[in-house]
């Protein structure tokens, strides 16, 4: 593998002495984007044979998706007559990427809400005021158009992603606060991101409070509950599983009986809004069913649990790279100034973050960790809210941008923090 990925670097290199001829005009001007894609894969697949830089392996990922977005976009937009923007495509990716991130969640990540109350609500306080505030206050600065000035907003309300506890890792920062600020705030998102949208942008792009909150539970809470369901079934008694079984069951049921006639007939009788609450119902008895399925799956395949998190990881990828294409025509206009947004924003989160922690009394390796949980946001989430909503090319184009250098900032300061630990 070492061997692959040296020859990849060195074939990253040949790109970009190609790449240097294309743009000098030594070569044909055809051979530059070719060549400027082949140069960001192949730098991403090499990136793991430096050590030091070998952490910034899925950022060059993400990088090559905006590459790649920007220099082909029709061809990131669909796959013959198949339009990677389907709804329906969107959903289920948007759901496998947070299914990942439930795999690497414990039901015993909530415990620390019992044993560091405190520092759970500092961190809900910091996360769901600080970056949202920043996100309205950069769009009163920057001259953005109204769709993806909400799209900055989005981002700043969405809770804080897995990449939060792993920068906190890194850092040595308090791991346990991190993980259960992560689990508690992704549990309340789905209040509190529609609930700040409608304050901060409902002038700039319509905001359905109720719409946008079932969205919320469906491409977030199903699927971690599914992930969840798991780990409760790896610990529990012959006799539990076999009644989440019995349930499981049930639900199969209940969901063929939707595909095949049921929903036509439930819709010539029920009202929307009932419709709505038995559509979120089914995809709570989907993640029943996907819970169980999983739980055997790994018992007879436990490789699965590390295979996960690139599923998430490939998920993200796939929507940096369409949200890139899809936004290309913005991102020529804008790109520099959201690339600077993007920059504020983050330090802000930062910043704020640790001294907000440490004047409501936090000690400095806590502060740390909320630091990184207020910096660092889930842009899978704000992605998929913007798919959701049909407006990936516009409200999804801050994520598409941010996200990137959010990897690059939390790596590079969680690497200084872990040169210079420090203890509560």
């Known amino acids: 593998m070492l061997q692959f990925r040296k020859l990849c670097l060195a074939l990253a290199l040949i790109f970009l002495i190609l790449l240097g001829l294309g743009l000098s005009g030594v070569l044909g001007s055809g051979y530059t984007s070719g060549a400027g894609l082949a140069l960001a894969v192949f730098f991403a697949l090499g990136l793991g044979a430096l050590p030091r830089l070998e952490g910034y392996q899925y950022t060059a990922w993400i990088v090559a998706a905006v590459v790649a977005g920007m220099l082909f976009p029709e061809r990131c937009l669909g796959i013959g007559d198949f339009d ?20 690497q969640m414990k039901l015993g990540d909530f415990q620390g809400v019992i044993k560091t109350p405190k520092g ?65 705030a992704t549990m309340v998102a789905p209040l509190m991101t529609p609930l700040l949208m409608s304050f901060f942008a409902s002038t700039m792009v319509e905001v359905k409070f109720l719409g946008m909150m079932m969205s ?37 049921v209940w969901l063929l009986y939707i595909a095949f006639g049921g929903w036509e007939f439930l819709v010539q009788r029920l009202s929307p809004a009932v419709l709505m609450s038995v559509g979120v119902f089914g995809f709570f008895a989907a993640a029943i069913v996907l819970g169980m399925v999983y739980f055997f ?26 949200t890139t294409a899809a936004g290309r025509d913005h991102l020529l206009q804008v790109g520099l100034l959201l690339l600077l947004a993007a920059v504020i924003h983050n330090a802000s989160g930062y910043f704020l973050g640790y001294w907000f922690s ?67």
């Open 216 to 252: 919320i539970v469906k491409i977030v809470l199903a699927p971690i509950g599914a992930a969840l369901l798991a780990d409760y079934l790896s610990r529990a008694s012959l006799a539990a599983v076999r009644k989440v079984g019995i349930v499981a069951g049930l639900c199969l």
């Open 120 to 184: 759970v609500l500092v961190g809900l306080l910091c996360q769901f005021t600080i970056m949202p505030t920043m996100g309205w206050l950069l769009t009163r600065v920057f001259d953005f158009p109204a769709e993806i000035a909400a799209g900055i907003i989005l981002i700043g309300s969405c809770s804080s992603g897995l990449a939060s506890n792993v920068m906190a890792y890194i850092a040595r920062a308090n791991l346990a606060l991190s993980v259960t600020v992560t689990a508690v």
């Open 358 to 424: 440490r004047a409501l009394g936090l000690g400095r390796n806590s502060a740390r960790a909320m630091a990184l949980e207020v910096g660092l946001q889930n842009g899978g989430m704000a992605s998929g809210i913007a798919g959701a909503m049909g407006k990936l090319g516009t409200l999804g184009l801050a994520s598409a941008v941010f996200s990137p250098w959010m990897n690059i900032s939390g790596s590079i300061l969680a690497n200084i923090w872990s040169r210079e630990p420090v203890k509560d």
């Open 297 to 322: 799956a790994l018992k007879a395949l436990p490789v699965l649990q590390k295979v996960m998190p690139y599923a998430s990881m490939f998920g993200i990828v796939y929507f940096t790279t369409v």
């Open 84 to 103: 990677l923007r389907n709804k329906w495509l969107i959903l289920i990716v948007v759901q496998l990427v947070m299914f990942g991130m439930g795999t």
